[in-house]
C-alpha cells in the first residue's frame, strides 16, 4: 500500500461547479498535512497547510480525518484557473525530527467553460 | 514563505557526464530537500541535506550518484554523476524556512540525458 494514496483523476468539471478530493495516508502517526498545487511544467506551489481544525481561504476548503486517515480539498465556484494538478502531501516521520514531505501521485482538475 | 532559485533551469547532457545543479534559498532555512519527478509523475525524495555534514538518503538513492553538499544555510548543491537516460527528470530543491513548518520549492531543474 503506498503512504499516501490519491485519485489520480482527471475530474472534468464546468465552471462554477463545487469538487473535492481526497488523499489518505497509512502512517497514523502523521502530524503534517498540505495541499500543493502544479501547473504544467511548473514547481508545486503550496496551497494550504491542513490543520486538525480545518483550515479555509477563499473558495478552498481543507480538512483533516485522523480517524479515517484522510485529508480532503474542496474548491466552490470552480474556475477556469483553477486547472491544475493538486498534490497532497503528508509529513510522516515525525518522531525522527524528520521534515520530508511525502507526496501522493496528484489529481488532476479540468475545469471546462 | 521562501524564494527559492535553481542553476540551471536546464540542460542537455551526454550519457556518461556529470551536472551539478545550485539551489540557492533567500532566507535561512532549517531543512533542505532534493526531489526527483519523472515526466508524469509525482515528487520523489532523493536526500535531505544536512549543514555541515553529509545528506541523508532516502531509499534506492546513494551518495555516489548523487553527492549533495550544503556549506551554509541558504545554499545547497546536487550532482548527478556518470548519467544514463534513467536520470532524464526534473530535479527540485525545497527549504522550510525557519520557524515555518512548510516546504517552499524552486523552479526545478529539467535534466535530459542523452
Known amino acids: 500500500r503506498k503512504e499516501v494514496e490519491q485519485d489520480p483523476g482527471p475530474f472534468n468539471v464546468p465552471e462554477g461547479a463545487t469538487v473535492a478530493f481526497n488523499c489518505t495516508y497509512s502512517n497514523s502517526a502523521s502530524q503534517s498535512f498540505f495541499w500543493y498545487r502544479q501547473d504544467c511544467r511548473k514547481e508545486p506551489k503550496l496551497l494550504m497547510s491542513?490543520?486538525?481544525s480545518g483550515n479555509e481561504d477563499g473558495r478552498f476548503t481543507a480538512q483533516l480525518n485522523r480517524a479515517s486517515q484522510y485529508i480532503s480539498l474542496l474548491i466552490r465556484d470552480s474556475k477556469l484557473s483553477d486547472s491544475a494538478t493538486y498534490l497532497c502531501a503528508v509529513n510522516i516521520d515525525m518522531d525522527t525530527g524528520r521534515r520530508a514531505l511525502t507526496f501522493g501521485s496528484g489529481t488532476r482538475l479540468q475545469v471546462q467553460p | 514563505s521562501a524564494v527559492i532559485s535553481q542553476k540551471p533551469s536546464r540542460d542537455i547532457c551526454q550519457r556518461g557526464t556529470s551536472l551539478t545543479i545550485q539551489c540557492q534559498v533567500d532566507s535561512q532555512v532549517t531543512m533542505m530537500f532534493w526531489y526527483r519527478q519523472q515526466p508524469g509523475q509525482s515528487l520523489t525524495l532523493i536526500a535531505t541535506?544536512?549543514?555541515?555534514?553529509?545528506?541523508?538518503?532516502e531509499s534506492g538513492f546513494v551518495i555516489d550518484k548523487f553527492p549533495i553538499s550544503r556549506p551554509n544555510l541558504t545554499f545547497s548543491t546536487l550532482t548527478v554523476s556518470n548519467m544514463s537516460p534513467e536520470d532524464s527528470s526534473i530535479y527540485l530543491c525545497?527549504?522550510?524556512?525557519?520557524?515555518?513548518?512548510?516546504?517552499?520549492f524552486g523552479p526545478g531543474t529539467r535534466l535530459t540525458v542523452l
Open positions: 525545497s527549504g522550510d524556512p525557519k520557524g515555518v513548518n512548510e516546504q517552499f
Open positions: 541535506a544536512n549543514q555541515g555534514s553529509e545528506a541523508t538518503y
Open positions: 491542513v490543520y486538525s
